[in-house]
C-alpha cells in the first residue's frame, strides 16, 4: 500500500468531469448560430464580451453563491452584459441564447479522461470516499446520474441539499463524520484553491489541488497545496513515503 489516506473528499466540476473548458467553445457556437440577428458585430467579438461579462460576474464569492444555486437565469443576464458592453439591444435575444447555451453546455459534460478508471481503483483501495459538490440539487444530481457516479461514493454532498457548501467548514466536517475520518487521514482533491485547498487545510485537511489546466500555481498565490495532480490519476501514482 503507498501512502494513500483513510479517506478522500473529492469535488465534481472541473476534478471529475471536464466543465469550465466548454465555456468559451459553446459560447462562440451560441454566437455564431445567432450571427445573423447580430449586425455589426462578429460571434468572437460578441464571445469576448460575453467572457468579460461573465469573468466579472462569477469573480464575487456571494453573487458567485447566489448564481450557481440558482442558474435559470443567469446565462440571460450574462449575454445581455455582454449585448450591453457591444451597444446590441435585440428584445429577448440574450435569454433565448442564454438558455441555448445551458442546454449545449450540461449536454457537453464529460468526464476527464481516466477519471472512472481512477475512482474504480481508489475504490479497489479500499479508499473511503465522499463527492463534495456546490450547486444546486437539480444540476449537481442530473451530472452524477448521467455519468452513473454515485457507486464509487459513500456520501455525497451538494450544495444545494445540505444548506451550505464549501468553504464552510461544516460541509468537509460532516463529510468526514460520515467517512468515519479525521483531518489527518482526509484529503480534499479539487480545481478550486479556496475551496479544496485552503479552507480544508486550515482544518488539518490535506489539501490537493486539481490543476487540470496543467498551467501551476496562477502567479502570487499565497496557497501552498500539499500536492498537485493534473489528473486524478495522478493519486494512484504518488511516490511511497
Ligand atoms: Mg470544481
Known sequence: MN????AMLIDLDDTILAYDKLARPTWLSVCQNHAETLPGVTPEEVV????EYRKWYWSDPTRHRTARLNLGNVRGDVVEGGFKRLGITVPGLALKMGNEYAE?????VTPFPGAIDALVALKDLGIRMAMVTNGSSETQRAKISRWDLEPYFEYILVEGEFGTGKPDPE???????TLDSE???????????EWE???PQRMGITGVWHDWKGRGLPQGTKIKPDRIIKSLQDLLQLPLE
Open 3 to 6: 501512502n494513500l489516506p483513510k
Open 48 to 51: 469576448e464580451a460575453i467572457d
Open 104 to 108: 449545449k453546455r450540461e449536454q457537453a
Open 171 to 177: 460541509v468537509y466536517r460532516h463529510a468526514m463524520t
Open 183 to 193: 483531518p489527518s487521514n482526509t484529503w480534499m482533491i479539487g480545481d478550486n484553491l
Open 197 to 199: 485547498v485552503a479552507a
